[in-house]
């Protein structure tokens, strides 16, 4: 595609639920990055793949937080458990071999609610 | 601790009133700087990489300058369409995330 998609573009869950949220990068872009916005704040870095694997996993909050590239292309977070506080903007973001002179492109979000 | 700190919070101007954000960083080594712009509900959109002391980037009526702590967004004659959230960022040696400021809020009345 053009852009950085991602889906769903909200998601409504109660505490304790489990949720997925996918991010598709745009094609041929080997980098990719999960980021977390709450409101009033800048995105917060969670997780980076280089193709299919984690480079750099810093970011993730806890153990219930989890994300997968199987394939290279497509991402996966994952988030168990969920709690009140993980209600937040997630923003996926791609970049062709890393973060170069044109930044890292950003997908639109999912807004995750967590009641 | 590598850190990025943004002026003001919020910013009110008139269509034609030239003014310009702050960005502040404290970091162990800048491997680039970032500009980014973010409309609601919308991801941040890229604007500008600076990477030396010095160095200056323009696009439209937007301008940013880079010095060793601190970059600036200088903003030429808004217009209300260039009211949005601006964010900076910084990428440090040995890793590829970028850290990101809070951002100013910009607001543009005709």
């Known amino acids: 595609g053009a852009g950085v998609s991602q889906t769903p573009s909200n998601k409504v869950t109660e505490k304790g639920k489990y949720v997925e949220l996918r991010c598709d990068p745009i094609s041929g872009h080997t980098a990719l990055y999960w980021y977390r916005q709450s409101l009033g704040q800048g995105p917060e870095f969670l997780i980076y793949f280089q193709g299919t694997g984690a480079a750099d996993d810093s970011g993730l909050p806890n153990d219930r937080f989890f994300a997968v590239r199987p394939e290279g292309s497509v991402s996966t977070l994952k988030i168990q458990r969920t709690e009140r506080g993980d209600s937040a903007v997630y923003l996926c973001?791609?970049?062709?071999?890393?973060?170069?002179?044109?930044?890292?492109?950003f997908g639109p979000g999912t807004r995750l609610t967590v009641l | 601790e590598d850190q990025v700190t943004q002026s003001p919070e919020a910013l009110r101007l008139q269509e034609g009133e030239s003014s310009s954000l702050n960005c502040s960083y404290t970091?162990?080594?800048?491997?680039?700087l970032f500009w980014y712009r973010q409309d609601p509900g919308k991801g941040p959109e890229f604007l500008f990489t600076?990477?030396?002391a010095g160095e200056e980037k323009e696009k439209e009526r937007l301008k940013a300058t880079l010095t060793k702590k601190e970059s600036f967004l200088h903003i030429t004659a808004p217009k209300p369409e260039d009211s949005a959230t601006y964010l900076c960022a910084v990428r440090v040696y040995n890793t590829d995330k970028l850290i990101f400021g809070t951002g100013t809020r910009l607001q543009v009345f005709p």
């Open positions: 970091v162990s080594g800048l491997r680039g």
């Open positions: 600076l990477y030396s």
């Open positions: 973001a791609s970049s062709l071999t890393g973060t170069g002179g044109m930044g890292q492109f």
